[in-house]
């Protein structure tokens, strides 16, 4: 749990509807995080949308093996006085690689909006909930969160959310079309894939997390004594130096240990051949595994796209490799504690 809440920690980084809206962040991407929050200029103030998922960690094996029903939280907020926005209306749309899988109208008179996610195999989402009359939207009344129900966070990777501010202050006037301010945010759920590697003639389990993309290709190099793995990864230097973009990559990587490939002195990580072992974090917590977090923040995703760039002719499209190896020279796993061997300027909005 202590080791969780230090995670939670490095990653988190509207009044009259007759003023106009300007964004500030048109389009904002929180790639690999649990939570995102974003701004729009209102007036003379400045709303901000808080959108979270609780728990913070969620990925496939919880949802299938724990049942686990994650909560998404919206809040939209006036940013000087950190007071809730009134008689909001929301319209959300929530896609996974391009496809929609959610787009519905929700209300709450006090600002904030709770969707309870109920992962399940069916063919589309239902979304159930007390209906506003005014709006003919979702609304919560209470404690009571909204449902939606059915293929959404079945599969890891990244899930696109669109916010569309409809109404503010005023649940009967709808604001102008160009005056509907637009919040573009993402949420990871981890995928989990498990690999059995022949090293030294022991099978050695090794469980990978990605939060960001699928995971592929999971083997042993035993020249370099190393565990590597790949995944999709879109390299286009309009996303990624946009300065909106808060681009983050966060895989985890569990050795169990003793094993041959368990560190008593400590991992080496690299990525795209890039030793990145600076940004590597251990949790040694568990006497049986080393849980090892490829921590990587946007300067250093963008060094690594940008020697790919180099050496593809260009080419976007393509996959990013990570190596894991044991070294005494790497990232220290710490016994009931931590090694966490990068700082990043991140910081949680309260």
Do not use: C
Not at 103 to 130: A, C, K
Not at 264 to 285: H, I, P, R, S, W
């Amino acid at each position: 749990m202590r080791f969780i809440l230090s995670l939670i920690i490095i990653f988190s980084l509207l009044s009259s509807p007759l003023l106009s809206f300007s964004l500030i962040s048109k389009s904002a991407y929180g790639d690999g995080l649990f939570m995102e929050h974003l701004s729009a200029s209102f007036g003379d103030r400045t709303a901000n949308l808080l959108i979270r998922m609780s728990p913070p960690v969620v990925t496939t094996e919880t949802i299938q093996d724990q049942g686990q029903r994650p909560e998404i939280q919206f809040r939209l907020y006036e940013n000087q006085s950190d007071q809730n926005f009134k008689e909001v209306t929301y319209f959300i749309t929530i896609e996974k690689d391009g496809k929609t899988l959610l787009s519905d109208w929700f209300f709450n008179p006090n600002g904030n909006l709770t969707i309870q996610m109920q992962p399940r195999n069916q063919n589309h989402i239902s979304v159930y909930g007390e209906l506003d009359p005014i709006m003919n939207a979702y609304t919560t009344r209470g404690d009571d969160p909204v449902v939606a129900s059915g293929p959404i966070f079945l599969e890891g990777g990244l899930y696109h959310f669109i916010v569309r501010i409809v109404t503010v202050d005023f649940s009967r006037t709808i604001l102008p079309d160009d005056q509907q301010p637009v919040f573009d945010g993402w949420l990871s759920v981890g995928a989990a894939e498990n690999a059995t590697l022949d090293v030294q003639g022991q099978e050695i389990p090794i469980k990978v997390l990605s939060y960001y993309d699928e995971i592929r290709n999971i083997i042993y190099d035993e020249t370099a004594n190393s565990i590597n793995f790949s995944m999709p990864f879109d390299y286009d230097p309009n996303r990624l130096n946009d300065p909106t973009n808060t681009v983050f990559i966060h895989q985890e990587v569990e050795v169990p240990k003793p094993s041959p490939l368990s560190a008593e002195g400590g991992y080496q990580g690299f990525a795209n051949g890039k030793d990145v072992t600076n940004v590597l974090m251990v949790d040694g917590n568990n006497e049986t595994k080393d849980i090892v977090h490829f921590m990587l923040a946007k300067p250093a995703v963008q060094q690594i796209a940008n020697e790919y760039l180099k050496n593809s002719n260009n080419n976007t499209d393509g996959i990013m490799t990570f190596s894991l190896i044991p070294s005494k020279n790497g990232s220290m796993a710490m016994g009931g504690g931590m090694a966490m061997n990068h700082t990043m300027p991140m910081t949680m909005p309260m």
